[in-house]
Each structure stands twice: as C-alpha cells, then as structure tokens.
C-alpha cells in the first residue's frame, strides 16, 4: 500500500487560527482543502509537510455569495462538484461551470475545492512519479534534485501549470482575497501566479486564500476549451481561457486568452489579443486569432502528448474558445 | 476520540459503518482505506492506485460518494460510512448486486465494489438515469475487464427493477447478438 508519511494534524475553527499554526511551523505546515493535489504529492514524497492544516472547519469558506454589485465570492473550500451544479454559475458564469466539469472525474470533484484548483502544483513528467521512479534516474531540481530533466542546460523548473479553471479565471479577471499574518488584501487572481514552476505562487506559504470573486455579468463573454488523452481524468495538456469584452454596436473593446498547459503559469497569447481588440468577430479574425497563438503554445515536452501535435493543434483549440464568445 | 493511552501516538475512536459502531486505533495519518482495511477489517473496498487514478477505493461518505485512499480517517469520525459490505440486507443482495452477477458486469470483479458505490449514490440521486448520466457518474470508476458495457446494462436493469418495474436482461446482453 502507498503509504502518508506521518504528520501531526489540525482542524483549526477560525482563518486567523489556521494562519496563525501556519505561520508558526512556516516550511513545515502545508494546508490542505480537499486533499486531491496535496495527498498524492505527499505519497509520492514531492510535499512532505510535518505540519497538516485542514480548512474544513472554517465556515466562511464554504459559501457562494451573490454580492449586491453582482460579483459572485466563492469561498475556497467550495466543493468543485457544488460550483458545477449551481445554477447561478451555470446561468452567469458557464465557462467557469464548464471548466469545473472538465476536472478530473466526478468522484475527485466532491472531494476538491475551487482553492486547491487555483493553488495546485505545477507538473511535469518528470515529477509526478513515484519516488522509486524519481530515485532512479536521480531527482530533479523541483524536489531534492539539482538537474531538470527537460532542459538539462537549464536554470528553471519548467513544469506546468495544469488548473483547469486559472486560465479562464485569469481571462475574466477575476479577483482573489487572502488573508495573511497582516490582514486580508484582495488581488487579481492573474497576479497570484509567476512564471516559475517551483516558485509559481507570489503569495506567501502562510497566506490563507479564502475567496474567488467573479466580476459581475455584463458586456463580456467567457470561454474554456481543453486539449487532453481521454475525457476524463486527464489534466489539461493545453487549456484555452477566452474572454472578450464587446461595446454597444459589436466591436471587441479587449480581449483576453490565457493558454495553460502550456507554461508555468497561464501565459497570455498576447498576439491574439492584440489581433481581436477593435475588430467585429467574423469567422476570418476568429481562424486568424487563433493562427495568432502558435508561438506563445511553444510548449516542452514535459506533458502528455506529442509535443510537435500539440503545437500544430493549439491554433484549433484557441480559436474553439474565441468563436464561443461570441 | 481520545487519545488511546496504551498505543502511542494513536487516537481511539468509533466510526459508524453501514449503520455498525466500530470502536478503533488508528493514527492520524492514516487513510480512511487503510482505516476500513486494516483495523475495522473491512476488505471488501479494494485498493488499487492509492492516488485517485482509479476509484476501487469508492466509499461513501454521508451519501456522497467519494475516494476513501484521499481522505483521512479522522475526518470520518460522527460521519455515516458506507461500503460495498452495507449494500446486501442479511443474505438478500442489492438489485444492482443482482443484475452485475447476471449481466456479467463484474469479471475479475477488482472495481466492483467501487463502482457499485458509485452506482448506487446515482441511483438515490436519480431513479431513471440515461446512458450518458451512467456513463458522466461512473467516469471516475475504471475496469480493466468488461469494457463498460454490462456495467451500464446492469445499472440499467438495476435501476428498471429498482422503480418498481418487471425488468428482464435483454437476450443480447446475456448471450451476445
Ligand atoms: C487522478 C487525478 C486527476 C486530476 N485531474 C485534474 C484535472 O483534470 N484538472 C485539474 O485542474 N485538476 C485535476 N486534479 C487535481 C485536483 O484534484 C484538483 O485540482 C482539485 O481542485 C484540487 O483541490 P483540493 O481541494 O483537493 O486541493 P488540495 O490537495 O487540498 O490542495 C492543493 C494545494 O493548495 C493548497 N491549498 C488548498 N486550499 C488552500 C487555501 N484555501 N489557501 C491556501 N492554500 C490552499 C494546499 O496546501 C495544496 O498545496 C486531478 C487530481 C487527480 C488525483
Ligand atoms: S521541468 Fe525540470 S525541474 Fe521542473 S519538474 Fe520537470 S524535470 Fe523537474
Ligand atoms: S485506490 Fe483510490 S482511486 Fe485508486
Ligand atoms: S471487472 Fe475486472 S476491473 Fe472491472
């Protein structure tokens, strides 16, 4: 039997309790909300928190709340099953309900939260193995390695960011709120996220994310689409979150599209977006936009599928999302 | 739960089980597969990928169903389990029991209990399933033998006799068309 490595373990009742443990075992604490990311990881000996903090006492983060300016706060222990069959997201915000359902399998989706899909660790083929596996080739620099095994001349880890709803999130802008030592601050979710495949959270290990807040319905269409081996399980090997803003008479006002799988964080497809924004969206600037995308999804061979393919389909699946907000 | 005083670092504590109190030691760090497995020895949940690759380990957990090898035993405690041992009552098996032995629905029969875990909380939820809402639920149940088929079937035929209904296996899916 794969086997937990011990760890003392804690259920605190209030967010300030829980960043206060977290604080004070710093490196050794890791919190864990659903457990479908971070108890993998820990049987396989990538995270090996000594200190284990579970969020699932904490009221607060369970609700979805419909605020009076009509964004929508997610608490992050929101089951990842409650979002995909509540009817207020199905009806507002379907790229988000749509992204949801493409995680995993139903099963994994009434256990893991909306926090650990924002939070989830990056991957790479390389990584997510066994610890024999890892041991035998020797182990890379994302855990107790000093090599990478992509890009052996590298400096960097290049593993993938892998979260099926950041690159819509990201494309819709919304927001994220943390609480920390210091108090709570709200962000935008896009700059929760660094081009890093260690380092590729710019908060810090003790700050409690405890919301997700979805701008409120207006002009704006949202999109997801997904590239993966089966329809089911699988992580996305390239993920296509589009949103488009429109003005009174059509025109695109701006456009957002966020590829993941693709990098270590949901890297703009800035040519795209440049190409849509000011035009009418015809089915000519929607195969172009997508055309568009074909060198930021200059993805490495660390995930599923081959890598030269996925290049030559990643126009496909951007322009699929494009063509869905319209 | 207390900590239990003789077996160090371990809590003391009673699960209930298919509507049964067991009173274990059990560590904290223990899965509640593990927990079901070992202590209460409860065998009929297998284990297969232990990472949430495959779904033998389905339990549920006050109705939901959901991967007993993610999930920590202490977190069950004062929670209604259920597992593959609840489904028959006495010696009278399950109708979804039934129609996977008739139908063949289970042939080396490794993810069997996990699917009829699944398949049963679906079942609750929604009486008259269509193919594609079998297919959507069980897509977290992998089985490496039958080829899916006789498991919908058997569902199917479960479901049909489950509402009350006089429902017979179709010849073509005990001997093939
Ligand atoms: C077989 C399998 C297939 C999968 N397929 C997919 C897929 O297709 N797409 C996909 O996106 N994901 C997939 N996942 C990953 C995972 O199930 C989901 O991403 C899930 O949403 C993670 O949520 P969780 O609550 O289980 O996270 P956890 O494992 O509890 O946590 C994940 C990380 O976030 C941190 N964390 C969690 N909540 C908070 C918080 N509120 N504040 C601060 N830190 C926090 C934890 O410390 C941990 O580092 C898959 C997992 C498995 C096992
Ligand atoms: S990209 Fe390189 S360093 Fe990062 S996980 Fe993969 S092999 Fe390891
Ligand atoms: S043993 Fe739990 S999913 Fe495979
Ligand atoms: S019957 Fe053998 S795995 Fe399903």
């Known amino acids: 039997m794969l086997r937990l490595p011990t760890f003392e373990y804690y259920r605190p009742k209030t967010a300030a309790d829980a960043v206060a443990l977290a604080s004070e075992h710093g490196k050794a604490a890791m919190y864990v909300a659903g457990g479908t990311d971070l108890y993998p990881n820990m049987k396989r000996r990538h995270q090996e928190p000594r200190h284990v903090i579970s969020l699932q006492d904490l009221p607060e983060l369970h609700a979805i709340d419909v605020r009076d300016d009509g964004s929508v706060a997610i608490g992050a222990m929101v089951k990842l099953s409650t979002i995909e069959h509540d009817p207020h997201i199905k009806e507002h915000y379907p790229a988000i309900a749509h992204a949801v359902r493409e995680i995993s399998t139903p099963l994994l989706r009434n256990m893991g939260t909306i926090g650990g899909n924002l939070l989830l660790d990056t991957r790479c083929t390389y990584y997510d193995q066994s610890f024999e596996w890892r041991e035998s080739i020797d182990f890379c620099m994302k855990k107790e390695g000093a090599i990478c095994w992509v890009a052996p001349g590298s400096p960097r880890c290049w593993a993938v960011q892998s979260s099926d709803t950041v690159p819509v999130v990201c494309a819709m802008e919304a927001q994220v709120e943390l609480v920390g030592t210091d108090g709570t ?58 949103c488009l803003w429109y003005a009174e008479d059509g025109t695109i ?74 | 739960m207390t900590e239990a005083g003789d077996k160090k670092g371990k809590l003391l504590a009673t699960f209930q089980v298919n509507g049964e109190p067991y009173e274990v030691a059990f560590a904290p760090h223990k899965t509640l597969l593990e927990v079901l497995r070992e202590e209460m020895e409860l065998t009929g949940t297998k284990h297969g990928c232990e990472l949430g690759e495959c779904g033998t380990c389905t339990v549920q957990v006050d109705g939901v169903p959901i991967l007993s090898c993610l999930s920590l035993a202490v977190d069950a405690i004062g929670k209604d389990v259920r597992t593959v041992e609840g489904l028959a009552v006495g010696s009278d098996l399950a109708p979804l029991q039934h129609t996977f032995a008739d139908l063949g629905a289970a042939q080396c029969g490794y993810c069997t209990p996990g699917i009829l875990m699944a398949a049963d909380a679906l079942l609750k939820e929604n009486p008259s ?32 006799r489950m509402r009350g209904e006089d429902a017979e296996p179709s010849k073509e899916s005990i001997y093939g068309s």
Do not use: H
């Not at chain 1, 999109?223 to 081996?229: C, E, I, N, Q, V």
């Open chain 2, 129 to 160: 399933p269509t193919r594609d809402d079998i297919k959507e639920y069980l897509a977290g149940n992998i089985c490496r033998c039958t080829g899916y088929l006789k498991i919908f079937e058997a569902v199917e035929l479960a479901a049909a």
């Open chain 1, 253 to 326: 006002e701006k456009a957002n599209v966020r590829l993941g799988g693709a990098g270590s964080y949901a890297m703009p497809a800035t040519a795209t977006e440049e190409l849509l924004a000011g035009k009418q969206l015809t089915d000519e600037l929607v195969a172009e936009a997508g055309k568009a995308a074909m060198k930021p999804a200059r993805t490495m061979d660390n995930t599923d599928l081959d890598v030269y393919w996925r290049r030559k389909v990643a126009p496909v699946y951007v322009a699929r999302a494009i063509a869905q907000c319209r």
């Open chain 1, 185 to 242: 601050r709200q962000i935008s979710a896009v700059d929760l996220y660094q081009d890093d495949g260690i380092e590729y959270l710019t908060k810090k290990p003790e700050e409690l994310l405890t919301r997700l807040i979805l701008p409120a319905p207006g002009n704006w269409k949202s999109a997801y689409t997904k590239l993966r081996r089966r329809d089911t399980y699988d992580f996305p090997v390239l993920g296509v979150g589009a």
